[in-house]
């Protein structure tokens, strides 16, 4: 570990000595605008920081699991053994025996979370196989989702999947050995009815999928998140948590 920090140290050393030499030589030659130095300036200060390691390196883990998780959920269903559950209305059932609906595609709802030991990280395991799993825990968390659209009344509230990033190792709530819970994200999924599927008596044909920093540090999310009843439009209120845009997908209405 101490020699991997000395080369490392050693490596940004040297990239401070060549970019001096660079404004040397600017100035030497009578060159050495503000913009070349700015630049130059700016150059170094990006290399400092990405040798270094920072936020941006978390976020990164965070973008690529989410990213990894949309791929599962958008990959098409394979029916393993039949037992796909969704929700019919008699209307569709009948359109379906008489051969006028084609492939309904619906989405995962987490099941019970009783413990850690039986159902700690199932999803990541199924959905994702690949994952660090000294940083990486995943949970259910129970009715969480207000689906305004549902058909069936038992589907107005889903159950939600939540990925949870510890960078510095995981808290022992969740098998690890520490209560650290700086620089801590969250991914949360849950499955939804459209409005589209609504109208067709169809629930959980679409899917919600974002992530956040965890504001307040304490390991938790506390974000509300639900759609609307009337146009099936999504309401996020975060709480003292941190939602990234760039991370958030929801099934069109």
Known sequence: MKLYSYNKNAGIHRRF??????????????????????VTLSFFIMFVYNACGGISNYEK???DMFYAIKGHLDAPIQKKDGSKKITLTSALKDRMEAGKSMAIHTYPEG???????????RYLKEWVGDFDETRWA???????????????????KTNAVLFGYFPHGLP???????????????????????KAGEAKGIDKNGYHLS????????????????????DG???????D???????????MP
């Open 172 to 194: 022992f709530v969740f098998g690890g050995e520490g209560a650290n819970y700086e620089d801590v994200y969250w991914i949360f999924y849950a499955p939804l009815t459209t």
């Open 17 to 38: 000595l060549f970019f001096r030499s660079l404004l040397e030589g600017c100035s030497s030659k009578k060159l050495g605008s503000k913009s070349v130095v700015l």
């Open 61 to 63: 883990a965070v973008a």
């Open 211 to 230: 992530a956040y920093r965890d504001g307040d540090q304490n390991g938790a999310l506390g974000a509300f998140i639900g759609s609307r009843i009337a």
């Open 111 to 121: 099941s019970e979370f009783k413990d850690w030991n039986t159902d700690g990280n």
């Open 233 to 239: 439009t999504l309401t996020v209120l975060p709480g």
């Open 138 to 156: 995943q949970i259910t968390v129970e009715n969480i989702f207000a689906n305004g659209p549902a058909v069936a009344e038992e589907h107005k």
């Open 241 to 251: 948590d941190e939602e990234i845009p760039e991370l958030k997908y929801t099934s």
